[in-house]
T-cell receptor
């Protein structure tokens, strides 16, 4: 079942600009995670935000979580060509003893030099 | 180096010919999982394992088998592959199978084509 829905599906910006991607989900969660995937390669974990957190930073990444709206956003500041990739949100449904992650379909980000 | 490895990376096979995709992790992780990735459908979980000898179905288990005889290995078996199993497959592992969900570490992927 697809829980996370990313928006937009594709985003193209100039190098140096900020990129914002959004994720909406349907059920209560333990945490929400963001992953990056370079074309055809394995996903790489970027950041995890717990349900009791509202904002988290990691380098040029800033993630917010609004559990009342069941939504999250990923902001990449001062984008670089190397940030070109697909970005996925993954939700951990609130279920006892589960490690299940439900992935959205991703946002394809292109950084133009 | 901590990693998840998959073999083979690319495989072209014919309908009905049994195949196994291996997955191994060297991080002593309890949890392991298989996903398939298809255009427009994102990542979908096939099977997962909370620990040795403990496996369970994910969202799309039909046509697949798994086993977890050792902590580090989690092979994916296609007994009779069909063209609709053509996909990009990922193995992933996670430190704990407890109540808190941790980040997952992904392998490089196996691109399977069934003709």
């Amino acid at each position: 079942s697809q829980q996370g829905e990313e928006d937009p599906q594709a985003l193209s910006i100039q190098e140096g600009e900020n990129a914002t991607m959004n994720c909406s989900y349907k059920t209560s969660i333990n945490n929400l995670q963001w992953y990056r995937q370079n074309s055809g390669r394995g996903l790489v974990h970027l950041i995890l935000i717990r349900s009791n957190e509202r904002e988290k930073h990691s380098g040029r990444l800033r993630v917010t979580l609004d559990t009342s709206k069941k939504s999250s956003s990923l902001l990449i500041t001062a984008s670089r060509a190397a940030d070109t990739a697909s970005y996925f949100c993954a939700t951990a449904p609130m279920r006892q003893g589960a490690q299940k992650l439900v992935f959205g379909q991703g946002t394809r980000l292109t950084i133009n030099p | 180096e901590a990693q998840v490895t998959q073999n083979p990376r690319y495989l072209i096979t014919v309908t009905g010919k049994k195949l196994t995709v291996t997955c191994s992790q060297n991080m002593n992780h309890e949890y392991m999982s298989w996903y398939r990735q298809d255009p427009g459908l994102g990542l979908r979980q096939i099977y997962y394992s909370m620990n040795v000898e403990v496996t369970d179905k994910g969202d799309v288990p039909e046509g697949y088998k798994v086993s977890r005889k050792e902590k580090r290995n989690f092979p994916l078996i296609l007994e009779s592959p069909s063209p609709n199993q053509t996909s990009l497959y990922f193995c992933a592992s996670s430190p704990s199978a407890g109540t808190e969900t941790y980040e997952q570490y992904f392998g490089p992927g196996t691109r399977l084509t069934v003709t």
